[in-house]
């Protein structure tokens, strides 16, 4: 191997590169704008659920109740209702997630000490929601319910339990997103930019002329590598600034240790891209290729929309063999927990396996041959 | 036969599926020669090239560069040669200067060399004022002459070039034919390959091509001396029916077409002419100027190719 030839491919491929409005758009802003988007769009907390209330009783109680709701910060009363034939029109319009329904002798039923039925009516359509605004709503009422017994009467409860989260204290969903889309895109982006460069060498007829020369598959490859492993190192950087700055997600790790396994796989992800390009020798079909191989493993598999641990065995099983899984922890790890390598070791090595794999596969099947 | 070949190509073959492009060529190329590969499209030129160039793994036979292998070592002769593919192969989005600095790279080419080299190329191809340019908006005389400076950047021993000339305009083409021949005068080995059978009095020994098979293989005098009979060349009108009407007579055993003139291969032009002249004033046509010529290498080639197809 000779350090001029496989810098000369690079310094092509970076002038190339240079040159090409839509490869840097890929390369600089695409992954930004997927950040922002999915870092905005994409977020699993429930809040503020539009809450109706049919309030048939007109109490002291019922009343309450509702400023119970109202002060949990998770609904918002939108609504009072009149009759109980309004429920079902709002429901079908959207127009409440949930409504509450305190029927007639609410108060009275309390007063006597016997069991107050309430009822809540959830739209399911929107099964997610509905089910922890199911939980919420029990909660409160359970508070509620409890307060109301105990009222007037000073006994402290038999168990009083405190529950304290680590490492996402807020259990806000994007400090859990952001360093997973970090993670996420990368493989997407990498993937794609590097499954354009040998695909659009044969097209063009440069892959003849360079196949003619004595530069060794693996200059080629390498030199191919090199541009975009720092252009992905860049992107892992701006994302990650973005998402402290930006999103307010904390970064408690070592940021030395995010770019050396960042390093370990962009070049598995960029070296699937190459051999992706060698094996397709058409860029359109790359580009699909390239997506089919990233893209809906990535977000569906790798654990960032989903938890593999509910997932089917089946389901399972092939999670193992998306990368963005490993690397997943390990962006999660160092932002959010701050732990380093003595945790993080076997995902380390699986990144160092990946990136072999990656450049193994893409020197095996890139031929300086015509077909 | 060359007594010191640079080259040696043996039963080269090429298929495609069930196409067979190249069936069986054989030749030898000597060190410093010029050598041509010449016929029509499809006669197997590019395919056969390829395969010297090592980027083509051939199906059966070989080529030899001094022993080595194209066939199975192909990397090794690599260094020595350098091959220019038909279709412009540089990079388009590189300027003339960064495309011979890549190419000075890949062949490491000293840096104390490199100057006098670039310098050399540049006055050859008259590219030094466009050094800045990108190399797609360059014009296609100018773009074959940057892919010859970037393959004679490295001082290539073997020179392989496929139609180098192919859609270039007659100035751009006359400057490249002056730079092959200054490098077969310094000792480079050259095979060319043209579907202009015009350009084929350049070569020092060529092979005519066709259907993927050697139909002939010498000097362009001995090719042209080969041929039977002689050459009856006349004006006429309606030269393609004149052509048809022609090649009936018996003693016309070849009648092709020139421009407005056809050219009639016959036994004897001066016994056979006057004869021919009258049949084919008697079928209607108006004949004139009449004369033996010396056959062309074109004649040959069509001659040649017209006796491989009826065979």
Redesign the interface.
Request: proline content about 3%; overall charge positive; aromatic content about 16%.
């Given at each position: 191997m000779s350090p001029t030839r496989l810098l000369a491919v690079a310094r092509k491929e970076l002038l190339q590169l240079r040159r090409d409005p839509r490869s840097l758009m890929l390369a600089f802003a695409l992954p930004v704008l997927l950040l922002i988007l999915f870092g905005y769009a994409i977020s699993w907390d429930v809040r503020d659920i539009r809450a109706a209330v049919l309030d048939q009783d007109h109490s002291a109680s019922s009343r309450d109740l509702v400023d119970a709701f109202r002060s949990s910060g998770y609904f918002t009363i939108v609504r009072f209702l009149a009759r109980s034939a309004e429920t079902g029109p709002l429901l079908e319009r959207g127009g409440a997630q949930l409504i509450l329904v305190i029927p007639p002798g609410f108060e009275r039923d309390l007063g006597a000490g016997r069991a107050a039925p309430l009822q809540a009516i959830l739209d399911g359509s929107d099964a997610n929601t509905a089910t922890i605004a199911q939980g919420y709503a029990e909660a409160v009422v359970r508070t509620w319910s409890s307060r109301a017994v105990l009222r007037g009467r000073s006994v402290v409860p038999p168990v009083d339990p405190e529950t304290r989260v680590w490492f996402n204290e807020e259990l806000a969903s994007r400090n859990m997103i952001v360093p997973g889309l970090v993670a996420v895109i990368m493989m997407i982006i990498a993937a794609m930019l590097t499954s354009l460069t040998i695909a659009r060498e044969w097209e063009r007829g440069t892959m003849e002329q360079l196949a003619a020369t004595p530069v060794s598959r693996l200059e080629v490859v390498l030199g191919k590598l090199l541009p975009y492993l720092a252009i992905g190192l860049i992107d892992v950087i701006v994302s990650s600034v973005l998402g402290v700055l930006l999103f307010k997600v904390p970064f408690r790790g070592s940021a030395a240790l995010l770019m050396l396994l960042s390093a370990c796989f962009l070049t598995g992800a960029l070296g699937l891209g190459l051999f992706i390009s060698a094996v397709a020798r058409s860029q359109v079909l790359a580009t699909q290729l390239a997506m089919i191989a990233t893209f809906l493993p990535t977000l569906l598999l790798s654990g960032f929309m989903f938890s593999i641990r509910t997932m089917p065995a089946a389901l399972r099983a092939i999670s193992y063999l998306v990368p963005a899984r490993y690397f997943l922890v390990v962006t999660r790890g160092i932002f959010l927990k701050g732990v380093g390598l003595e945790v993080l070791a076997l995902q380390g090595l699986l990144m160092a396996v990946f990136a072999t794999t990656g450049l193994g596969l893409a020197v095996s099947r890139f031929r300086k041959e015509l077909q | 036969m060359p007594a010191d070949p640079l080259l040696r190509v043996e039963g080269l073959t090429r298929k495609f599926g069930d196409l067979t492009a190249v069936a069986g060529v054989s030749f030898e190329v000597g060190r410093g020669e010029l050598f041509g590969l010449v016929g029509p499209d499809g006669a197997g030129k590019t395919t056969t090239l390829?395969m010297l160039?090592?980027?083509?793994?051939p199906t059966s036979g070989d080529a030899l560069m001094e022993g080595i292998s194209m066939a199975r070592d192909p990397?090794r002769a690599?260094?020595r040669?350098?091959?220019?593919?038909q279709?412009?192969?540089?990079?388009?989005?590189?300027t003339v200067a960064?495309n011979l600095?890549?190419?000075a790279?890949?062949?490491?080419v000293p840096r104390a060399e490199r100057a006098a080299r670039l310098e050399r190329l540049y006055r050859f191809s008259n590219l030094g004022p466009f050094k800045d340019r990108l190399a797609g908006k360059l014009s296609g005389g100018m773009k074959q002459k940057l892919?010859l400076s970037?393959a004679l950047i490295h001082q290539p021993e073997l020179l392989?070039l496929d139609e180098p000339t192919f859609g270039v305009d007659p100035v751009s083409r006359r400057d490249l034919w002056l730079i092959v021949h200054e490098m077969v005068e310094q000792g480079v080995t050259a095979v060319v390959s043209t579907a202009y059978m015009d350009e084929a009095e350049r070569f020092d020994r060529l092979a005519l091509l066709h259907q993927g098979r050697v139909l002939a293989l010498d000097t362009p005098s001995a090719l042209q001396k080969g041929l039977e009979g002689e050459i009856l060349e006349l004006r006429t009108d309606r030269v393609r029916e004149a052509r048809e009407a022609a090649s009936r007579l018996p003693a016309v055993r070849r009648a092709a077409i020139f421009g407005d003139r056809l050219h009639l291969t016959v036994p004897s032009a001066s016994a056979d002419g006057p004869a021919v002249e009258a049949a084919l004033r008697q079928a209607g046509f108006a004949p004139r100027e009449a004369r033996p010529i010396p056959p062309s290498l074109e004649d040959v080639f069509i001659e040649r190719i017209a006796a491989a197809e009826a065979a």
């Open positions: - | 390829r160039a090592g980027v083509l793994r990397e690599k260094p040669l350098a091959y220019m593919s279709r412009f192969g540089l990079y388009a989005d590189l960064e600095r890549f190419y790279d890949l062949h490491l892919g970037c392989l």
